[in-house]
């Protein structure tokens, strides 16, 4: 019998042992590393698919909490309530103005201060987390500051500036609501802006800047042929983790205007809030939240495609 | 190449100017939280005389302490279990890299484009049947769910930027998994984890819309309690101001602290 004599049997079986844990390990690690991620898989799968596949579900349903006859299959009734009734098209209207002119802003403006921002000057470091802070204040905080203190038509700051001027105060809320909405989310997002394309500015190599510079250009074309290249990533990821947040802006528009006067600042979250919490229409609501949910996908698939760009790099 | 010294203090001017103006709301509130209920509607001005009125009117209204701890609880409560959950799935992604985990990180991330309002629906009616509205557990469950694509991305990016030599040398010594993420793994990448907590933690405490749409009195965290000051009838600036500083200032220092590495984790390692 080999196991009789100690001596020489023992390498191979331990060869043997080695050779099976190391074909052992392979589909041990493949386990290992499956079981490490399933707590994460798990719940974000079902955070994922539960709400999702229940809005699809009830938004071809018959289903108001207020009257708890009525249900059953609409089919595609709530869509087409939905898509034929203006205060929807109207919410689209305002939603795309929003995000739109936000974007402007916060993009054009955050560049010129990011590049402002990288020269170096007299106490840099603190005027940079001055201009970063908005961005860290909360929703309701920041829309009830600008909407009391700020934009008051009697007794806010800028009513004060327009009278030291010999201008007539606006009322902010009532003649310009959606450009008062629009101050108010870029205020916050602009330090966004400028955070990020900061980041990615200190990147650029200054020695092409030098360069281009012994060659006569000046800061305008070092700008635009330079600078602005160099951030076009970092612009359009900007862009698109705004846009995600952008479209369903709420806090904001629910502490100021509730969405008025009239239907001037409701977007199409706060439309399907008003349907969902205030109208109990959960057909309704749902069939909003599907087109929500198109529409951000949308950009989405862009913004993934980035990053998975980004992480074979 | 220097720029000429007028340009250069043209340019500081410039940049401070700016930076002011950016700041001014945030500065205001904080003045306006010192002024009294008359001086904070009369006419704007930076001279007055300093008073702590409406820090002890908020306070002694109780209640601004529940809704502070409100606000604690669920954005460390749900902070916590968001990297008790993401550190192993990290680790793994980071350490143990099969074809699927690309794919995997790339579907968390997608997992975050759904926009909330898209699915208040089925939240709330679920919540409403398991009694979880207007609960701390609920609202630290949804915040949890919130953040985690979030919070095992950065954790990923900072895993992988450690030398992996050093984990070979944990191995080889013969440490076992347990005692690798403990005594390698967790210390060295520390200041990564976090950067990482406190971003889920200033994402967790600014979150306005679930803690609007969810909570109602018992569990409503700073968020909603600021935004009951919107009613007409609440209308009192310097309490309002009182309230709000105190809401956003620990916050505010936490973002300060953390604004680089908190870039990489708001564009998902696409801006470093």
């Known amino acids: 019998m080999p196991g009789s004599c100690p001596g020489s049997p023992l390498p191979t079986i331990a060869v043997n042992l080695m050779n099976k844990t190391r074909a052992y390990g392979r589909t041990v690690g493949g386990l290992r590393s499956l079981s490490l991620q399933a707590p994460a898989v798990t719940l974000l799968l079902l955070w994922m698919l539960v709400p999702l596949g229940m809005t699809l579900w009830f938004s071809f349903q018959r289903y108001n909490l207020l009257m708890p006859g009525m249900t059953g299959f609409a089919g595609l009734e709530n869509y087409e309530y939905l898509l034929t009734d203006p205060a929807l098209w109207s919410a689209m209207g305002v939603t795309l103005l929003l995000v739109g002119w936000v974007l402007f802003i916060t993009v054009v403006g955050?560049?010129?201060?990011?590049?402002?921002?990288?020269?170096?000057?007299?106490?840099?470091?603190?005027?940079?987390?001055?201009?970063?802070?908005?961005?860290?204040?909360?929703?309701?905080?920041?829309?009830?500051?600008?909407?009391?203190?700020?934009?008051?038509?009697?007794?806010?700051?800028?009513?004060?500036?327009?009278?030291?001027?010999?201008?007539?105060?606006?009322?902010?809320?009532?003649?310009?609501?959606?450009?008062?909405?629009?101050?108010?989310?870029?205020?916050?997002?602009?330090?966004?802006?400028?955070?990020?394309l900061l980041t990615a500015i200190q990147s650029?190599?200054?020695?092409?800047?030098?360069?281009?510079?012994?060659?006569?250009?000046?800061?305008?074309?070092?700008?635009?042929?330079?600078?602005?290249?160099?951030?076009?990533?970092?612009?359009?990821?900007?862009?698109?983790?705004?846009?995600?947040?952008?479209?369903?802006?709420?806090?904001?528009?629910?502490?100021?205007?509730?969405?008025?006067?009239?239907?001037?600042?409701?977007?199409?979250?706060?439309?399907?809030?008003?349907?969902?919490?205030?109208?109990?229409?959960?057909?309704?609501?749902?069939?909003?939240?599907?087109?929500?949910?198109?529409l951000a996908n949308i950009v989405a698939i862009f913004l993934v495609r980035l990053v998975a760009k980004n992480l074979e790099s | 190449m220097t720029t000429p010294r007028y340009k250069r203090f043209l340019l500081a001017v410039l940049a401070w100017a700016i930076a002011?103006?950016?700041?001014?709301?945030?500065?205001?509130?904080?003045?306006?939280?010192?002024?009294?209920?008359?001086?904070?509607?009369?006419?704007?001005?930076?001279?007055?005389?300093?008073?702590?009125?409406?820090?002890?009117?908020?306070?002694?209204?109780?209640?601004?302490?529940?809704?502070?701890?409100?606000?604690?609880?669920?954005?460390?409560?749900?902070?916590?279990?968001?990297?008790?959950?993401?550190?192993?799935?990290?680790?793994?992604?980071?350490?143990?890299?099969?074809?699927?985990?690309?794919?995997?990180?790339?579907?968390?991330?997608?997992?975050?484009?759904?926009?909330?309002?898209?699915?208040?629906?089925?939240?709330?009616?679920?919540?409403?049947?398991?009694?979880?509205?207007?609960?701390l557990t609920g609202l630290i469950i949804v915040y949890t769910l919130m953040n985690l694509p979030i919070v095992v991305w950065m954790l990923y990016t900072f895993f992988k930027d450690l030398p992996r030599d050093i984990l070979e040398a944990g191995r080889m010594d013969g440490a076992s998994t347990l005692q690798e993420v403990r005594h390698l793994l967790l210390p060295l990448t520390l200041p990564g984890i976090a950067s990482t907590g406190l971003l889920a933690v200033i994402l967790s405490w600014n979150e306005s819309f679930w803690s609007l749409n969810l909570t109602s009195s018992d569990a409503a965290p700073l968020t909603a309690y600021i935004a009951s000051f919107s009613s007409p009838e609440g209308l009192f600036w310097a309490k309002l101001s009182a309230a709000s500083t105190m809401a956003i200032a620990p916050i505010l220092v936490f973002g300060w602290l953390t604004q680089k590495q908190m870039v990489r984790g708001l564009t998902f390692g696409a801006v470093k």
């Not at chain 1, 929703?139 to 600008?146: E, I, R, Y």
């Not at chain 1, 809320?173 to 400028?194: D, E, K, R, Y």
């Not at chain 2, 529940?66 to 460390?76: E, P």
């Open chain 1, 110 to 196: 955050g560049t010129l201060l990011a590049v402002l921002f990288q020269q170096d000057f007299l106490g840099r470091g603190v005027a940079r987390v001055l201009a970063i802070s908005p961005f860290f204040v909360m929703p309701t905080v920041s829309a009830l500051v600008w909407k009391n203190m700020m934009m008051h038509p009697a007794n806010g700051v800028l009513a004060w500036l327009a009278n030291l001027f010999g201008l007539p105060a606006v009322d902010w809320f009532s003649s310009l609501p959606l450009t008062s909405i629009v101050i108010i989310v870029a205020w916050q997002w602009l330090p966004f802006a400028l955070l990020i």
């Open chain 2, 20 to 135: 002011l103006i950016i700041f001014f709301p945030i500065l205001w509130m904080a003045l306006t939280g010192f002024k009294t209920e008359a001086a904070a509607i009369a006419d704007p001005s930076f001279v007055f005389s300093p008073t702590l009125e409406s820090y002890v009117a908020v306070h002694a209204r109780a209640d601004y302490l529940k809704f502070a701890l409100n606000s604690v609880v669920v954005a460390f409560g749900s902070t916590l279990l968001a990297l008790l959950i993401a550190i192993p799935s990290a680790y793994s992604m980071a350490f143990l890299p099969t074809p699927r985990t690309k794919g995997t990180l790339l579907w968390m991330l997608s997992t975050k484009m759904l926009p909330p309002v898209g699915v208040l629906m089925p939240i709330y009616l679920l919540f409403r049947d398991t009694g979880l509205l207007d609960t």
């Open chain 1, 204 to 294: 650029l190599d200054d020695d092409q800047v030098e360069a281009a510079r012994m060659d006569g250009a000046g800061p305008i074309a070092v700008f635009f042929f330079i600078t602005l290249p160099h951030l076009k990533r970092a612009i359009s990821v900007v862009i698109m983790i705004e846009m995600i947040f952008l479209l369903t802006i709420f806090a904001e528009i629910f502490v100021t205007t509730s969405g008025g006067p009239g239907l001037a600042t409701t977007n199409l979250a706060y439309l399907i809030y008003i349907q969902a919490l205030l109208d109990f229409d959960v057909g309704t609501a749902s069939a909003g939240g599907v087109i929500a949910i198109i």
